[in-house]
Structures are given as C-alpha cells and as structure tokens.
C-alpha cells in the first residue's frame, strides 16, 4: 500500500501479548514473518470463550491429573492445580496446533470469520484426543521414571544421568502445551526407546555408554548452537526432534 511521501509500506497484524494492533512497515519480509502471529492472537483472543468451555468440559481423570503435577512440580513453572494445569495446558495445545499454518493469507473479515468458526467446531473434539495422548505418555513416564529410579545393581553414574536428563528434556513442565503436535506423536516411541534402554544398560552398561559417547558430539552440537542463536526456533526444533529419532535408532 502507499505509505507516506508516497514510499511503499506493507500492513501487518502484530501480536502485544494481551491485544493486537495493525502496524506498517517498510520492509515487505518483516511484515510477512509478523502477520502471522498478529492474526493468532486475534484468533486466540476470539475463541476466548470456546477454549473457557473446553476446558471445563475435558473429562481429566485423577490418575492423569496427578502424574501431570507431578512434572510441574518439577519446574519453576509450577502451580497448583494439577487437572485445572492440565486442562488448560491440553487445550493452549490444541489451539496451537489447530492455529498452526496458513494464518498468513489471513486478511479479510470474511477469512478470519471462516477460520475462527472452523476452529470453533475442532477445538474440543482435538483437546480430547490430545488427552487420550497425555494419558498413554504420562503413563510411559511414569514407567521409565520408576525404572530410572531403582536401586537395583548394574547402574553406571554417568548412563543413568544421561538417561534421566533426556527424560527431564522430554516431560518438562509444560510439554503438553509447548511440544508440536508432530512431535508429540512421537513420544510413545520415544519414550518405549528410553525404557528398552533402560533395561539393556543395567545388564550391559560399557556397551550404553560407548553408545552414550558416539552421540555425545551430536547432543553437544546441538547445544552449543542453541547457546549460540546459530538457527532459527524452527531449525533448532527440527535438530532436537531428529536427535531423538537418532537415539531411538541406536539403543
């Protein structure tokens, strides 16, 4: 669009935390990458209602509730309420992943209206099928935390601290919410993986850890470029699923 002075200026929707507002900009790229983001809060701040009533509704069993709050304790993010926690934090999920792609061509009333009523409809049905997840991957952990637990001979120092930092890396406070859908589909797999290392490394713990040492460049790389800002969240997070894939494939 015509800017002042007659200079080209590009439109964009930008995301301030609790609101949205429309802003200019002169550079075409950074109104592309921020639009986005305008148009999900707006959308998330629209559907305030729908997800309010998702919640109440979400069918969260006691067992589930509690191995959940057991993670948050975990963590500085830590609150109380382990269901009500866990509520919301199924339904933030589903939001994102129902608000994931294609919220760029997003620029007229009549899109917005069209995607805002198609997520409407879907937000419920996708945070109930996100708990049955939660209850099949809060329980693995539950199982490969208690593994990871026994006092039982055969363990060495250094496996079993590698294995429990990849489990902290996976069931973090908040995972439910923050993990990508496509990732989070993995986590069965991955988490079976860690408990079938589990097993194998007490009976055979030199065997673990030279596995353990030829991943250790990979797992340090990534790291040291996290630390860095040396790629994008998204290159990042591809890095980091691509090194679970890795460690499934190897133990």
Known sequence: VPGAGGVPAWPALQDDGDSVSLAVHADPEQARRLHPGGVRRLLAIALHDQARQARRQLPVAPKT????????SAGARSRTGGGDRLREDLVEGALAALLADG????RDPCAFAARRD?????????????????ETILDLVAQVRARLE????????ANLDDMQAQLAALAFPGFLREVPADALE???????????????AQRDPLRDQQRMLDLKPLAD??????????????????LRWELEEVRVATY
């Open 118 to 134: 198609a997520v409407a409809r879907a937000l419920f049905g996708e945070a109930v099928r996100r708990l049955e997840q939660a």
């Open 150 to 157: 026994s006092r039982l001979v055969g363990w060495a120092r």
């Open 186 to 200: 993995a986590y069965p797999r991955y988490l079976r993986a860690l408990s079938v290392r589990a097993e194998r």
């Open 221 to 238: 790389a990534l790291a040291d470029a996290r630390a860095a800002g040396a790629a994008s969240p998204e290159e990042l997070g591809r």
């Open 103 to 106: 919220l760029g061509e997003i």
């Open 65 to 72: 509730a509690l191995l959940y709050a057991a993670i948050e």
